[in-house]
């Protein structure tokens, strides 16, 4: 059982920017894939970035070029970097651990509000 530990998310104006943090309790290299989802109010819950055990990432197209996913294998931290950050990327943030179909956990989610 993976345990994810999300930090990071706050209120900020268009614009502006945070960096969400994501702790795996397991060694990272365990975790074919790890990423993170959001989820606004009303809507279904969307893939934003994820980075493979190889290190190649995928971005949904609304945020490439401003976030960034990258990880510290010695911390088993997964890091999503959000720049110019718009009212519409206002959402709950969930961290995600890929190992297999039966083994996908998901972190609390962490709230981020841009204010504009």
């Known amino acids: 059982q993976v345990q994810l530990v999300e930090s990071g998310g706050g209120l900020v104006q268009a614009g502006g920017s945070l960096r969400l943090s994501c702790a795996a309790s397991?060694?990272?290299?365990?975790?074919?894939?790890m990423g993170w989802y959001r989820q606004a109010p009303g809507k279904q819950r969307e893939f934003v970035a994820t980075?493979?055990?190889?290190?190649?990432?995928n971005y949904v197209d609304s945020v490439k070029d401003r976030f960034t996913i990258s990880r510290d294998n010695a911390k088993n931290t997964v890091y999503l970097q959000m720049n110019s950050l718009k009212p519409e990327d206002t959402a709950v943030y969930y961290c995600n651990a890929y190992q297999s179909p039966l083994h996908n956990y998901w972190g609390q989610g962490t709230q981020v509000t841009v204010s504009s």
């Open positions: 980075m493979a055990i190889g290190g190649t990432t």
């Open positions: 397991e060694n990272r290299f365990s975790i074919n894939r």
